[in-house]
T-cell receptor
Framework: AQKVTQAQTEISVVEKEDVTLDCVYETRDTTYYLFWYKQPPSGELVFLIRRNSFDEQNEISGRYSWNFQKSTSSFNFTITASQVVDSAVYFCALIRGFQKLVFGTGTRLLVSP | EAGVVQSPRYKIIEKKQPVAFWCNPISGHNTLYWYLQNLGQGPELLIRYENEEAVDDSQLPKDRFSAERLKGVDSTLKIQPAELGDSAVYLC?????????????FGPGTRLLVL
């Protein structure tokens, strides 16, 4: 069975601080895909990144970066110099083959000015 | 390019009443998904369509929930009769392929409150 764990329920930071959101996953498959989505107060899930299990290169996109480590089954997300607009709930998700996308319970990030 | 469109955005009904949600996927996306999101939880899949065929409806409570995607484009999810526990956000998503690894793009959701 697949499982995604986001142990951090809520994180509060002050603007310009760096923050890392943790994601730990479980799967017995060697081929799978990992995702991060952002859900702002408006409710829409916004796609951030998709990574396949064979690509362990870290990725950076502006202030966002992702650290994928198969050895620890983790796919952590870091926001550098956080901004108030980053306040949202962030979901990590996993899918393999034709199975359903399995989400974690989300981490609520609150960035204060 | 327009994203996934859902309507209504909000719906308040009394228990035992019927309710329907509509979704129009991104143009060209053959795969459409309906998810249920309870407060404080991640979305959970209800049903997946490949064109007009429901290929995974194992999580859909068929006694009161039904869905259709007659022409393989837009879709409707219905609850009849609604119960208090159905209060949640209903999300629609679409993707360009059904192999599972394609990125799913989500709509804004319909927030349902059953009184």
């Amino acid at each position: 069975a697949q499982k995604v764990t986001q142990a951090q329920t809520e994180i509060s930071v002050v603007e310009k601080e760096d923050v890392t959101l943790d994601c730990v996953y479980e799967t017995r498959d060697t081929t799978y895909y990992l995702f991060w989505y952002k859900q702002p107060p408006s409710g829409e899930l916004v796609f951030l990144i998709r990574r396949n299990s064979f690509d362990e290169q870290n990725e950076i996109s502006g202030r966002y970066s992702w650290n994928f480590q198969k050895s620890t089954s983790s796919f952590n997300f870091t926001i550098t110099a956080s901004q108030v607009v980053d306040s949202a709930v962030y979901f990590c998700a996993l899918i393999r083959g034709f199975q359903k996308l399995v989400f974690g319970t989300g981490t609520r990030l609150l960035v204060s000015p | 390019e327009a994203g996934v469109v859902q309507s209504p955005r909000y719906k308040i009904i009394e228990k035992k009443q019927p309710v329907a949600f509509w979704c129009n996927p991104i143009s060209g996306h053959n795969t459409l998904y309906w998810y249920l999101q309870n407060l404080g939880q991640g979305p959970e899949l209800l049903i997946r369509y490949e064109n007009e065929e429901a290929v995974d409806d194992s999580q859909l409570p068929k006694d009161r929930f039904s869905a259709e995607r007659l022409k393989g484009v837009d879709s409707t999810l219905k609850i009849q009769p609604a119960e208090l526990g159905d209060s949640a956000v209903y999300l629609c998503a679409s993707s360009s392929g059904g192999a599972g690894q394609e990125t799913q793009y989500f709509g804004p959701g319909t927030r349902l409150l059953v009184l």
